[in-house]
């Protein structure tokens, strides 16, 4: 996808994740981060839309000190004016992205094309996930997902996220691969999962399993926003399971 593309999906979700809050309500629970409340959930895509907004605004090529989770969801507003402040947060990054020159230079954590392309991209999805957050809170169907979209968000999980350990757990024994085949899009990848993490690798060949769905199953699959039920599984289920335990993101 495109800067322009990632873009209008952030202005999208972010949207639809204010409609779903208010429906839901702040003191509703969040099924897929059993933690928090959509309060929280608020507080932090406010926080994020604000810090990744600092690094293209200011051109940083240096790293932020970051406030742990605990104080990012205590220092956001706890009244109703925390709706107002998601939004402002929210049009403020979009219209910074939109604003950004080509060649912008600041620091990144994920390879891409470009900065301004890799905070495009991650904002997108950091969005696009918590909306369906949003939405589950507020017990209602999660909005749709373009299938592109869906498959990048696959491929910045697995090749991106993934991608940064690859040489240091090289050394791990693999118990098992996976096929990930969207149904509605060209992409194929191989997720591995190791003895205690997972790696992926563009391209599928032959696997001990196979996820055959639609990209957007497979985003909120591998995102864990969604289980397996209804999809097209074959081989070794248990390897689903594992993946699920093995698999941790981190940020920077």
Not at 22 to 48: E, M, N, Q, Y
Not at 200 to 218: F, I, K, N, Q, S
Not at 223 to 245: I, K, P
Request: glycine share 6%.
């Amino acid at each position: 996808m495109e800067v322009a593309g990632h873009v209008r999906s952030l202005e999208r979700d972010g949207r639809l994740l204010l409609a779903a809050a208010k429906r839901a309500g702040l003191d509703a629970p969040v099924p897929t981060c059993p933690a928090w409340t959509v309060r929280d959930l608020l507080a932090h895509i406010g926080f994020v839309h604000r810090w990744a907004a600092s690094y293209v605004s200011e051109a940083r090529e240096d790293v932020l000190e970051e406030p742990d989770e605990e104080t990012i969801l205590g220092s956001a507003p706890r009244t109703d004016e925390l709706v107002d402040w998601v939004e402002a947060g929210h049009s403020a990054l979009v219209r910074t992205l939109e604003e950004a020159p080509e060649d912008l230079r600041c620091w990144t954590f994920l390879a891409a094309p470009s900065p301004l392309a890799f905070w495009a991209r991650r904002q997108a999805h950091e969005t696009a996930v918590h909306r369906v957050d949003a939405e589950l809170a507020a017990g209602v169907p999660p909005s749709a997902i373009d299938p592109e979209l869906g498959a990048d968000g696959v491929d910045e999980l697995l090749i991106g996220f993934l991608g940064r350990s690859a040489a240091e757990r090289a050394h791990e024994t693999v118990v098992g691969s996976i096929a990930i085949l969207p149904t509605d899009r060209p992409e194929r990848w191989t997720a591995r999962v190791l003895a205690e993490h997972g790696a992926a690798e563009p391209g599928a060949a032959d696997c001990d399993t196979a996820v055959r769905a639609a990209a957007a199953d497979l985003y909120l699959l591998l995102w864990n926003r969604r289980s397996a039920e209804g999809l097209d599984v074959t081989g070794r289920a248990d390897l689903l399971e594992l993946w699920r335990q093995r698999v941790e993101v981190t940020w920077a």
